[in-house]
Each structure stands twice: as C-alpha cells, then as structure tokens.
C-alpha cells in the first residue's frame, strides 16, 4: 500500500525559533497534499491543502505567513513553523492523496510530527 | 453544515468481547466514509472505505455498516485484542471541490486483560 513518511517524528524547540517538518510520499506521487493539525482528544484539522508548484490554500484561521507550506516535487511537502510559540505545540499530520486511477481520492496520512515548543 | 458525530466518546471492553462504535453524519453530498484507526502518537491508517451503494464492509475482526438512508454508521470489532486499544475516527468524504473530509472527533477504545 501507499506509504507516506514524516520527519522528524518529534520536535522540541525554543520559542521563536522556527521548525521544518517534512512529508514525504514513498511508493506514489502525489499531486495534492494536505496538513492537518491535532490537539489531544480532538478530531485533526485541516491546516492547508497544496498542490504541486503552487500556493497552498490555507483554511481560515491559519496564518499562512506563520505556517509556510512548500510543494517542490510530488514526492514531497514542507511545513515551516516560523518564529514557533508555545500555544504551537501540537501533533502534525500530513496526508497525501494518490491520483492514480480509481483510487485517486484516497489521503494516506504520515505517521505525524510531535512539536514541543518551550 | 456538515457534521460527524461519534459515539460512545469512550470505551473500556474486557479483552476477547465484541464493541460496537457508532457514527452519525450530515454532510451532503456524500461520497464516501472511511474509518481510521489511530494508534496514540500515530497518524491514522484507514480500515474501510464504503461508497454510497456500500451497507457493509470488512477488514479482519473490523466490520463497517452504513445506511445512506439515516446517514448512520457503525464499526463492529470482534474478539478485542490489547492492540485494538485506540482511537476509531470515521471521516465523511463530501462530493465537492477539493473532496473535503469531515472528520468525527473519534471513539477511544481501551481493552484491558
């Protein structure tokens, strides 16, 4: 199956200090990716949906100049967590979704980025 | 607006017994819906997918039913295992541009010994 990777797998950082979280799709390329993030016992929330070699589309209430999204290559995304504070800890997610064929609505999520800002 | 709700929001079962996870849904139009097992720390994995002319799918000791016609679905765990301890999450994939997924906030499932 379609795998997606994340790294690093957790991060801790000084309070304004800024933080690159990379996702990566392993077996398939994807077109679209999608950053969710995660506070405990709450359902993910979609941050940003980016597409291969263009802007991200941020969800509203996302700071798009606080939470950089870059989509190079359709192997890979990047979230940048500028000048990071504490009320940005959380659990990251990035989810890529496979155009091929009949699967091509199909997210695979990473196995997710634990950020700690202290 | 498009809402998931899920039901029981916890759940503590005896290893080896059955449970049965609940989802309710409002969201138009439908595509699909997808339950995710989420293991803590962990990004989810999906279990099943249905389509609207899915009522039922499996996957091992995981069965999902769905009823399009009361927007109801359920996810049925046979013969609990300690690993099953998690948190199920059904998402509702809405037919529009950018196939948005509405997420449910989950069901945490604890299986003790």
């Known amino acids: 199956g379609a795998v997606v990777s994340q790294h690093p797998s957790r991060v801790i950082c000084k309070s304004g200090t800024s933080v690159k979280i990379e996702c990566r799709s392993l077996?398939?390329?994807?077109?679209?990716m999608f950053w969710y993030r995660q506070f405990p016992k709450q359902s993910l929330m979609l941050m940003a949906t980016?597409?291969?070699?263009?802007?991200?589309?941020?969800e509203q209430g996302v700071e798009k100049d606080k939470f950089l999204i870059n989509h190079a290559s359709l192997t890979l995304s990047t979230l940048t967590v500028t000048s990071a504070h504490p009320e940005d800890s959380s659990f990251y997610i990035c989810?890529?979704?496979?155009?091929?064929?009949?699967?091509?609505?199909?997210?695979?999520f990473g196995p997710g980025t634990r950020l700690l800002v202290l | 607006k498009n809402q998931v709700e899920q039901s029981p929001q916890s759940l503590i079962i005896l290893e080896g017994k059955n449970c049965t996870l609940q989802?309710?849904?409002?969201?138009?139009?439908?595509?699909?819906l997808r339950w995710y097992k989420q293991d803590t720390g962990r990004g989810p994995v999906s279990l099943t997918i249905?389509?609207?002319?899915?009522n039922t799918k499996s996957n091992g000791r995981y069965t999902a039913t769905l009823d399009a016609d009361t927007k109801q679905s359920s996810l049925h765990i046979t013969a609990s295992q300690l690993s099953d301890s998690a948190s199920y999450i059904c998402?509702?994939?809405?037919?529009?541009?950018?196939?948005?997924?509405?997420f449910g906030k989950g069901t945490t499932l604890s299986v003790s010994s």
């Open positions: 980016s597409n291969e070699g263009s802007k991200a589309t941020y």
């Open positions: 989802c309710n849904y409002t969201v138009s139009p439908f595509s699909n």
């Open positions: 077996d398939f390329q994807a077109t679209t």
């Open positions: 249905m389509t609207f002319s899915e």
């Open positions: 989810s890529a979704r496979d155009g091929r064929g009949g699967s091509g609505e199909t997210q695979y």
């Open positions: 998402v509702v994939s809405a037919t529009q541009a950018g196939t948005a997924l509405i």
